[in-house]
């Protein structure tokens, strides 16, 4: 690949240094979700993994809710709730490296933004309000000093 190639996009195909990490191009998928998360992992593990195949540097998650009080609900996303959910995270990641690609995952607090429509937890945000989802369930948000600090 790569012979009558024009050369502005030679640099596309060159190594980048991201902290203590080299990602092998530049070709770099930002968080985006595919409506698998948590519910299809193999589904999503899967689909990451053939764009690693495909030959992406870095290849993201969508993004991953990093506590139970922050659901993206009604949206299927990734969870990181607890130690049950790092299997299909580990999938994910084994599959992205399997093609020597970088895997990231972009770690979520919906605050306002989640209505908790699953745990019923009070949404945690800096603002205590109704949340702002496109349903408007009717979920108010609190903002907890002890709990934040
Ligand atoms: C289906 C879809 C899902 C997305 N999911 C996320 C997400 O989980 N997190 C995020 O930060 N952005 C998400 N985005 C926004 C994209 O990451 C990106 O910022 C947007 O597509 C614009 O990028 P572009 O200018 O390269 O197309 C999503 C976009 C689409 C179309």
Redesign the pocket.
Known sequence: MGTNRDPRYDILFEPVQIGPVTAKNRFYQ?????GGGYRDPSAAARMRGIKAEGGWGVIFT??NEMHHSSEISPYI?LRLWDDDDLPMLAKMADAIHEYDALAGT?L?YAGINGPNLYSKEVPLAPTAMPIRTYTSDPVSARHDQKRHS
Do not use: F, R, S
């Not at 930002?30 to 595919?34: E, G, K, L, W």
């Open positions: 930002v968080p985006h979700c595919n969508e993004q996303e972009q979520t």
